[in-house]
């Protein structure tokens, strides 16, 4: 319970902080727009996920964080288990990175404008057209050196088991040829949506796996690059299970 009302509180404040912000980033973005990303992402983690994550009582152990590329831009894909799986991952994530989240996260005051400063892109299950266009734009990004975050099952899962990967999220790392870092994501549900609407502090592990370069693979083993890559994930997701 007085997790809940302190994160409640901050969130509070943040927002009043944020309505200058929005104001002074615009103004940055205006002069330099990669100056503004980089200003924008470093106020959402430093000052925002950070203190949510302390005051959530989330105890990290951070894994292969080594294996991520840090003069290039990668597509980072990771088993999705909870909100806090982007919290989380942003404060890990090197360089800029902008995270795919569902389209109905753009209809929401307030948090749609800092994800759309830090080049988050909005994703329609049920448009493919529109689907095509954000693929595009991560294309593009990627191109920019901006790494992407993606969560290939399409929504949450809680537990040890994943749903099937859509192959068409790789499209991003074979239109581009930057390398794919797994991320295997264990117990993030376990502080909050084991138990919503109360947060718990719990032991969380992230682990980051050695890079998979797309151009060193066949066309044959592009087909099944998803299922690849979640046959990594999956393996470490059930070796950390243990330590958590």
């Not at 870092?181 to 502080?191: A, F, K, L």
């Amino acid at each position: 319970m007085i997790r809940l009302i302190l994160i409640a509180l901050f969130l509070l404040i943040y927002f009043i902080f944020s309505i200058p912000m929005f104001l002074i980033e615009t103004i940055i973005g205006c002069i330099n727009k990669n100056a503004k990303i980089k200003s924008s992402q470093w106020l959402v983690c430093q000052l925002g996920f950070k203190p949510i994550l302390f005051l959530s009582g989330v105890r990290l152990t951070v894994k292969g964080l080594e294996n991520v590329p840090a003069d290039t831009p990668v597509l980072y894909v990771g088993n999705h288990r909870s909100y806090f799986d982007i919290i989380i991952g942003y404060t890990l994530a090197k360089n800029n990175t902008g995270f795919i989240a569902k389209k109905e996260m753009e209809k929401i005051p307030f948090i749609s404008v800092w994800m759309k400063f830090i080049n988050c892109q909005f994703l329609d299950r049920d448009d493919i057209k529109e689907g095509l266009k954000m693929v595009l734009r991560c294309i593009d990004l990627i191109k920019d050196g901006t790494s992407i975050w993606i969560f290939p099952e399409g929504t949450r899962s809680p537990g040890n088991e994943m749903l099937p990967f859509k192959e068409g999220s790789f499209k991003i790392a074979e239109k581009t040829g930057c390398p794919i870092v797994p991320v295997s994501i264990n117990n993030t549900e376990s502080i909050f949506e084991s138990h919503i609407p109360w947060v718990k502090g719990s032991h969380v592990v992230f682990e980051f796996g050695k890079p998979v370069d797309v151009k060193a693979m066949s066309r044959e083993e592009r087909k099944h690059l998803g299922a690849h890559i979640q046959s990594i994930i999956r393996e470490t997701v059930e070796k950390n299970s243990s330590i958590v």
